[in-house]
């Protein structure tokens, strides 16, 4: 059995007749890469939650239970918190179309969207309420108006904030994946 992913035979495949070659166009996927602002954040919450679970230990080695409880469930929550971190972004399959938040996640189903594409307007740096100006990735839904839906992806999140040709080929591939799936 040929490890594919430690050789190169994969490059010499012949390509797709789909402009978006992938196995399953079922499953549910990233199009882009996480950008460093995202793996460094959630890699400092996770390092954050290690010192609070060693805590835990310790507090439960010298007798108080409940309060170890309490640690071992804040440093749980830690964690939680920077895998959701990690899984935040939009996700696109044959089904449709998913943008996952820290605490919401919205799909839309592509029979439900008009269209997507790159638009210039303020965008919110790092998530922060702070405000800049940058591009950013809206979603146009036949059920609801074109201001109601947060954008999708922008020039200053953290998977692309310094990475503006990382967010253009990101766009790029998620409005073919909508074009795409807005002619079936």
Same mark, same amino acid.
């Given at each position: ?50 010192? +609070? ?69 303020? +965008? ?49 591939? +998620? ?10």
């Amino acid at each position: 059995m040929p490890l594919s992913f430690l050789t190169a035979d994969r490059a010499f495949e012949a390509p797709s007749e789909s402009a978006l070659p992938y196995d399953d166009r079922e499953r549910w996927r990233r199009p882009y890469r996480l950008g460093p602002w995202r793996v460094g954040a959630a890699a400092l919450v996770l390092l954050l939650a290690s010192f +609070v679970l060693f805590a835990a230990v310790l507090i439960a080695l010298t007798g108080s239970l409940s309060s170890a409880g309490a640690v071992l469930t804040a440093g749980l929550v830690l964690i939680a918190g920077a895998l959701r971190l990690l899984r935040m972004g939009v996700w696109v399959s044959g089904r449709g179309l998913r943008h996952v938040g820290f605490l919401v996640t919205r799909t839309a189903p592509w029979a439900r969207v008009v269209s997507v594409r790159t638009v210039q307007q303020p +965008v919110r740096w790092l998530g922060l309420p702070r405000t800049v100006q940058g591009q950013a990735l809206v979603l146009v839904r036949k059920d609801r108006r074109a201001g109601d839906t947060p954008p999708l992806l922008t020039t200053h999140s953290l998977d692309f904030l310094s990475r503006p040709a990382a967010f253009d080929r990101a766009a790029d591939t +998620v409005e073919a994946w909508a074009a795409e799936n807005h002619n079936h």
